[in-house]
């Protein structure tokens, strides 16, 4: 089951676009060659589309692979952008996940010490 809450849950947040017809090899190609890391248990991978309107979740539970879609009706993820030149990913506590699903602007408060961790 996909729990957010978990505090296991490993977020990996793709900075770049990708392309939102990719499904579970795909995405999961992206994650390991693009994103440099192994897909394993309670690690959770977050993509999105150029106009920032959909976002694509994978997730490894221990028995299976979970692909997860939302699109937006009106307006567009707040999406990070990269602190270092050529990032590719960050790491987020899932508490920032759900503020992004949910469709909080983040870029113009300040972040929180939570936001982003360190790997």
Known sequence: MLNLTSS????YLA?????MRKS?????????DQLQTAT?????????NKRRNRIKLLYF???????????????RFSWPAPSEPGQR???LQAEALQLLI???DL?????KPWYERPD
């Open 8 to 11: 296991a849950l490993k977020v």
């Open 61 to 75: 539970d221990g028995t299976g692979t979970w692909v997860a879609a939302k699109r937006l009706e009106k307006g």
């Open 24 to 32: 579970f090899n795909g995405l999961h190609t992206l994650a390991s």
């Open 102 to 104: 949910d469709g909080v």
């Open 107 to 111: 870029r113009g408060a300040t972040f």
């Open 89 to 91: 990913r960050i790491k």
């Open 15 to 19: 900075l770049d676009p990708c392309d």
């Open 40 to 48: 394993a248990r309670d690690a959770l991978f977050v993509f999105t």
